[in-house]
Each structure stands twice: as C-alpha cells, then as structure tokens.
C-alpha cells in the first residue's frame, strides 16, 4: 500500500514546485507538512512558531528533516524529526470522522484566533518563556471531528470551564447555562471533562445546541474514556471534537495547560463555574483577560470549597473578572454591544411603590381596625394636618386606605373581602 | 409630681441664661431640648437638622414652641409643637436602663458621624429631597439602652446587614460572620430584624463580644417583640440598643429606611449577607458608598432568589461594592492599611510544584509498570535526550521516578509501596 502513496518529501517537493501564492487548499503538501509538525513538536513554542509562520510548513518541514533548521526547533521536534506518521495520522482521522483544519483552508478560525498571533506579535521583542504551557501562541493546524465548518461553530461561542471535582450545585449551573446558550444560539466550548465540563456539554446536547470539545489528546481517543458516549454525540450532533495533537496522542497532563488557552482563544468569553482555591482558574482567566476575552464567573456559596477559587478571582481586580448569574448576562457580556441586553432581575411591583415619603408615612400611621382623624394621622406621621388631608384621597384611590364612616383605616386585605363582598 | 419638676419652657429660659459656650454635660436643658425633638420631628430631614445646628437646640424648640420657627421647620412638627413628653421619655428610658445621648456628651460618636455632617455639607446648595427617608443627615441625638460608651463600640464596628427572609445558608454566614468579628474585637452593628440582623448579633453574642443593635422604635420597646431575648442580651453583655424615636415610639415602616442610614454611617464598612431582587440592598449601599464607608458584599448560589440581590450589587459598578467570603477579608476591607490583612486561600503544596516545563514533559512521558529508556521519554517528551537524562536525575531525588534497572518508570504511589516492603 505506502508504495502507490507520495512520501511526505515527495509532498513537500511538489508543494514547493508549485504556484508561490499559498491557497493551500487541496494541497497535500501543506497539510501533509502541518500534520507532520502536530505530530513532532509539542505546541505552544512561540519561537518554532514564528519560524513556521515565517518560511511557511513546507520549507520548515523540509529543513527540519534535512537538518539544517535553526537549533531551537531542532531542539524542539528532537529525535523526531527522522519519523514521519504524517499520512498515517491524516488516514486514521479520516476513519473516525476527523480532518485536519490548516490555516490556509476556508473554515480556519481566522478571526478568534487572531487574538493569538496578536500575542505573539506583542512579544515579539522579549525571550521566550521557559515555561511554554502558558504561552499564547496559535496552533500550526487543529485536528477536528465532526461535520460542522469550525469558523462557523466558533463564531458566537463561549468557553464554560471550571473544576473536575464539582459539586451539584457547580453541575446545575453549569447544565443550565450550556442548555440556556444553546437555546440563545450560543456554542458552548469546553475540555470534556469530567465535572463543570461535561455539565456544560450535556446541556447544550440537550437544547439540541451545537458544542465543542477541545482536547488534550486525539480526536479518535478522546478523553476521559467513561465521557466516550458524550464525545460521539458531539461530534454526531453538529459539534465538534477539536485538538492540537494528531490522533493517537495521549492526554499527557501538561497538554491540558496548553490546551487551555485554546479554549479561550477559540472563544468570546469564558466563564467559570467552579473552581478550588488557587486551582488553574486564575491562570485560564488571566490568559483569556490577556487575549482580550472577557472572563466571567459564577459565584457560590461562601462554605463551598469549589467556589473558592471564583471567589478569589472576583476579589482579583487584576483578571478583571464580571460576576455573572445565568446565561443572560453571559451573552450580554459576550454579545454585540445594545444588543443581547439581560433583563434585571424582577421584583412584582407593589401598589406603594409609587408612593411619595409623605403618603406612604401617612399610610403607614394608617391603623388596621378603627378608623381615626386626618389630625391624629398628621401627629404619627409627623406632618401637617392639611398635608395628611392632601394625599389620602389618593390612597383611597389606589385602594390602600378606607374611609370608614368616622375615621381613616388600612383598606383590609382582598381575601378579607371577599368573604364580605357580594358573590356576583 | 409635675409640680416638682421644671418645665420644659423653665429649662430652656435657663439653658439660654447660662454659659454661651456649649459645653452641655450636665446641663439639663440641652438635653431636655434635644429629647423634644426626638418626638415632634421624624428625624432625616436636613431642613431642620441645618436649622437646630445653626441656632442651637434650645432656642430651636422655643422658637417651634412660640410658632416663630422658620416655615419649613413648623410644617414638619405640625401639632406635636405644643406637646410635651420630653422629661416623661427621659424618665422612662431611665425605667429601662437608657439615657439619651447628645452631640454635647463626650461619648457622642462624632468621628463615625461626621461623614453625615460631612454629606450635608456637600449638598447644601441643593433643594431638599422630597423623600427625606433616603436623606444623610445627622440624628439630633440618640436613645441609647445599654452600660457601654457609645463611641467606643462604634469605634471599631461593621455593619452586618441582610434579608429577613434569610435562607439557612445566609444565617450560617451572618452568624459566622458576627462570630469572628467578634473574637477579632470588631462590632457588629445591625437592625435587630428576623433573619441575617439576628443571625448576625447572636454570632457576636456567642463570640462574647459587644454588638449594637440600631432600631427604628423606642429602646424599651425593641422590635420584632419575638427578640426580646437577643435585646435583653445585648444590652446586658456590653452592647447597645440605639435609637433616634423616642421611648414608646413604635416601627413605622418608613423609620427602618431612615434608621439605615445610621447603621451606615456608625460603622466602617457595611456587609450585605443576603438579599432578594431589586430589595433595599442596594439603597443601603449607595447610602454607604456616599458616605465614603466600605460597600462588601457575601455571594452565595445564584439559585438562590435571597442572593439574586447581592450578586446584582457586584455586577453594578456604581456602588463600588467588593466581594467577601469571611471575617478575615472584611476587617482587611474595613480595617487599619497594611495591618488586618487576610491570608490568601491555601493549597496543599505537591512535589510537582517547583518543576520546570520540561521535567514535568518528561515525568508524564513515563510509564507507570515497565520502565524506558530516556531516548523514549525524550520522544513522548518532545524533547532532546541529553535534555531528559539532564531532568531525571532531579525527578529521582524528589521521589517521582525510580530507575528499574532496565529503565525509567513513574514511582509507585506510597501505599503499594507499604504494601510490598518490609513491615518493620
């Protein structure tokens, strides 16, 4: 079978020999390179990165084979740069429903993930961090399960994270809010984990919503194996499985850091519903504060462990956290400015409320039973006489009071009246 | 027995004959004076409090009494000029273990207080409100029921406010709240109302600490009837019951609005522990926010309809209100710069901490049963083997791999690991 197919330097030959304007699209050599490059470096290096961003996938590949890149991508891909699982990986996807999404295609997310090369650009001038899982870097391309187009899925989303080790509560809230986006149109975007993660996905499936889960291993292996059956009505019912790393690869604990700023990067805003005292919740709020993103938080209760690390990040005017309490202020948030207005809360609006102070400390001087004088009105309410006279017709009016034949009352309440009153 | 006694007029003639320098103490006709006004005019007008400060409290009252008062100040006594209780609302507070207390007594808390004459002051061009239920302006004095200094308590205190319709967790909160206030030497100053109020005074009564509970009705008479118990308490264990009505004065709902402000202004800081849609809670906020005191607010679980208005106070910049979860953050809030401050959240320190990037790569490149080669860890690693072998060593030393003769592997979890060596 390998013998009827190109070999990746074949690929990479016939790309190069091609048209130098990159439409990519159809191209095997440019897949085939950026597939090659998610196998054999770990994302999340701005310098190797800007260097594939620079000589483009295929010449970058082709030095990294040669040997003749520069020595901080040598270093990077290591003894990988001899293999080359390329076509092996782009079949395997294939067989589970995946593709592999490149920036030169149509459905790239170009626009949220523009917030990543802005970082990039940003720091331009500065080393690069030894620690790489917190870098904001684009990915080279992104391993996708589904059928839905990624830039479509990704364009109104929003990113709902939060503590594996959840509570009910932390579940509930983050059901509701993954059902209530999915019903405004949202996309709900999270890891697929266990806790606030699955909560979220769950109830965008059941709002019949499209959602996505973005994965620290392959798109064929996704993980948690016990959320397999999740992770295939995603992907069979408009969503997607998304990951930086070619299938097969394993969830190595690291991965999930770099993993996050996807999540955030992919999204309008993230909201997180749960977290534990100086959990990961202050890193992914300030990566996504950093990407410009809005970072909103559910609050909890102040004897719950797993509201703790919310709590902090509230108290935090540096994240620039908002506290939000339902999927409403969550679009308002994240959606276009004067529309997708949450309502405010409501209070049933109550005959008093109009009242002016001098009217409602007249009624209040009002007594329940007997009925008694404006003047002794005026002294309880501690005004003049003439004032008390001026506003209680207008409490009659409005029914609060009574005028009982010799004096002012209270207006009983309405069961009270109705035993009296007539039946017709 | 009113024979005996000197009239209100004899007083005042006398108080005016004396001394033109104020001093007060002792002196029965200021005291006399200022009781009267407690009863002929509903405090929270800053009409008549600018008018009392101006000409002085004893010429006030003769001037009401004789009808030769400015307009505005005759229109708010009304028919209650010409009465007199003043010696008989003296008397009976002294019946119950009250005094009055007046600006002119040392023990006046005019430090706390000035941010009303203060708030006067910034709004003396403007008309007066026509709801004076929301105006900040001083008391002319105050009923207080309790041995303890006035000023001392509301020296270091907190205001701890809420819902009457408190849910179990908002009383669990207040209560802890009061409680650790308490044993950190703050008072808690509240309402005395159902609810967070109550939950809040007996965690500082627990606590053995002094709290105040302000009221909207005479101090022998202290409302809600049902805690009686709880007042007693107070004024018993070196706290206080405050009032601006006089003895016998009941609690007309508009008193409560006014009485807020004093709460407010007493203490440093308000907390909002729980409260509902749209509630008082953020009338009590603004009022505390203008004058100049801390604004802190409790979350709680946004299923919760009694912390819907809390949350609302967090998200509306305006009132400038700072989440709080604990004693701790709210003295840090309220309390001295650089001294009382709140310990940040602990987590349990792990020995993956202090790793570097790439040691961590290469620990979760490892095996947890059959060891490999540090050319295999660096591949899964993404990384160099000289970069690997130069990490393991360090990974052995913190006890996360163990060499197995033939390879590297993760260490087993300490429990097997008991499991399998020698007993002694």
Known sequence: MSELVPTLDEDLEEALAGPAAVDGTGVPGIRRARAWL???????????????????????????????????????????????????????????????????????????????????????????????????????????????????????????????ASTAYGEHVAGELGHQLGERGWTVVSGGAYGIDAAAHRGALAAGAPTVAVLACGVDRPYPVAHSAVFARIADTGGLLVSEWPPGAAPHRHRFLVRNRLIAALTRGTVVVEAAARSGAQATARRARGLGKEVLVVPGPVTSAMSVGCHELLRDEETGARLVTGAAQVVEAVGGLGTDLAEPPERPAGPRDGL?????????????????????????????????????????????????????????????????????
């Open 38 to 164: 998610t196998r054999a470096a770990e994302p999340g290096s701005v310098g190797l990165w800007r260097w594939v961003d620079d000589v483009g996938p295929v010449a970058a590949v082709r030095a990294l084979r040669a040997g003749t890149a520069p020595e901080h991508a040598r270093a990077l891909v290591g003894v990988r740069a001899e293999e080359d699982a390329s076509l092996a990986d782009l079949r395997r996807a294939e067989r589970c429903g995946a593709r592999l999404v490149v920036p030169e295609d149509d459905e790239w997310p170009a626009l949220p993930l523009h917030s990543l090369t802005v970082a990039v650009v940003a720091h331009a001038g500065e080393p690069e961090q030894a620690d790489r899982t917190t870098a904001l870097v684009p990915p080279v391309a992104l391993w996708v399960r589904g059928t839905a187009r990624l830039d479509e899925v990704a364009d109104r989303s929003v990113a709902v994270v939060g503590a594996r």
């Open 356 to 424: 002016s102070d001098l009217a409602r400390r007249v009624l209040d001087a009002c007594p329940v039973r007997v009925g008694v004088s404006a003047e002794r009105l005026a002294a309880v309410a501690a005004c003049d006489p003439l004032e008390a006279m001026r506003v209680l017709p207008a409490l009659e009016l409005a029914d609060l009071v009574q005028w009982t034949g010799t004096g002012w009352r209270l207006t009983p309440p309405p069961k009270r009246r109705e035993g009296h009153g007539a039946g017709g």
